[in-house]
């Protein structure tokens, strides 16, 4: 891809793009763009961009590659992202043997950092299953403090040092001698843990998650902060970097039920990861029914009921703000929808329609549940990574809830059919940013009847993430939307449909439907290029 470039500042100049495929409902055959002032101007054909070549500051020929509104990931914690990329990650070690060699390697190779940090691990996928000990990680460390967080950041293995600098956490709930910790002790030796980082580690930890995120064709992220997840300091410092440097837009989300807090730390909502429950994995997300892994009786943790939401949404409602929830467990989606149908009932249903409250990951979910969440308007800001990693009849899903109830989670298709608007994220550092590997898992959902097209992954990767925030006006390449957009070395295009029973695929072009990469398991996915944010270039690749 070449430019032809004429100085100009970069929030007044005037770029026509030309000679690829631009994905653009405005023109489904479209091949050039134009760019004016921050905003998408023009969209259309080859021969009729001819017109703007003499009166814009940059030409770039794109050889062929394809132009793409940028992804928005709708659920990130962009801090802990970047201590993941630049520190311990455990997330590919196969058993404990591995997980321990690495824990060693990186304590010999940080001798000065006073906490050790490290995050990823999975027992689920370990040949047996069984978490990390306490005397194991005290042998590895050399008696240092480590917090090891486990994928789903519900739970930590720890450290005897770690444990001696927060007082009185064995009588929190969630404290066993030598396993993982879970629930208030779990928050408590994460924000020990988290104490220890220095300002200028959690920046430079930000800048690589943001860097990593253009990378990929992000151009938008939602930031799930709150007072149970990081701090008041790491909220707003991502927040003004945003602001300042140039990179990827950053939506900020507050999860407390103090709206005033979250309305002075800059949030758009006192929302994201408001607890209601915590997740499978760690056997805590909240359960109608028992888990088939746990010991009798277990239904998981609730950490707010429905009077608890219904008393959030009334406020954030008459407040102008969002409210959002955590909740993967159904007895936790059940807590939510009854918590929002009484604020409904309060404030009336037009108004908390209009509000567009959030729902983070909403897994188990039934088709009443599925009925409220249209009914009130809510946006379901879900994670198709997870149905890839834990997903399946031998997954972890299926070890938690026998294959039955796991074989409904995350049922994608039905909420769209239902006119659920949908989210997609990654929940980094849960699952990986990964945004095409993210539509190709919504796309080939393990179970095939939850499956959406690619067209309309890709929209919930895209535009959704724009609406969950109220704009229906970005996330979609047209006159006047912001030019938030990436350039992809891709192969042919196609458009891939969500049901077996059907053409999987089509290139006739008389569909008039815009053509996307093949996603199809095993297929290549599309190389970022280039990434652009409100006309501004974040990310150049290496070989452009």
Known sequence: MSTTPTPAPAESRTVLLSGGDVHSPADPFATAMVVERGHVAWV??????????????????????????????????????????????LSAARDRGEALALVRAHAAARPTDRILLGHGWDAARWP????????????????????????????AAVTTALLDLVPGIADRPGFTPDGPLTRDAHHAVRAAAHSAVTP?????????????????????????????????????????????????????????????RARALGAVGAAGDLFVDGSLGSRTACLHEPYADAAAGHTGTSYLDAHAVAAHVVACTEAGLQAGFHAIGDAAV?????????????????????ARHRVEHAEMLSPETIASFAEFGLTASVQPAFDALWGGEDGMYADRLGVERARALNPFAALLRAGVPLAFGSDSPVTPLDPWGTV?????????????????????????????????????????????????????????????????????????????PDLTPGAQLPLCLRTVVGGRTVYVGPDE
């Open 440 to 516: 190709r898992a919504a796309a080939f959902h393990r179970t095939p009847e939850h499956r959406v097209s690619v067209r309309a992954a890709f929209t919930a990767h895209t535009r959704g993430g724009w609406r969950a925030v109220g704009r229906d006006d970005a996330g979609i390449l047209v006159p006047g939307a912001p030019a938030d957009y990436a350039v992809w070395r891709t192969e042919e295009l196609v458009v891939q449909a969500p049901d077996d029973r059907v053409a999987r695929w089509s290139t006739d072009p008389r569909s008039g439907t815009p053509g996307l």
């Open 200 to 260: 200028r580690q959690r920046t430079e930890a930000q800048r690589a998650a943001l860097r990593h995120a253009a990378s990929l064709g992000i151009g938008s992220v939602h930031e799930c902060g709150g007072p149970d997840i990081s701090s008041e300091d790491d909220f707003t410092g991502l927040l003004r970097l945003a602001a300042e440097e140039s990179g990827p837009r950053v939506v900020g989300y507050w999860a407390d039920l103090d709206i005033e």
């Open 334 to 354: 059940t807590a939510v929808v009854d918590g929002v149908r009484a604020a409904a009932e309060k404030v009336g249903l037009g108004r908390v329609r209009a």
């Open 44 to 89: 259309g054909s080859e021969g009729a961009a001819d017109a703007f070549a003499e009166g814009v500051d940059e030409v770039v020929d794109l050889e062929g590659a394809l132009v793409t509104p940028a992804f928005t990931d709708a659920h990130v914690h962009t801090t802990s992202t970047g201590l993941a990329l630049t520190g311990l990650d």
């Open 128 to 155: 047996d299953g069984e978490p990390l000990t306490r005397a194991e990680l005290d042998e590895a460390t050399g008696g240092r403090p480590l917090y090891l967080s486990r994928i789903d950041v519900h739970s």
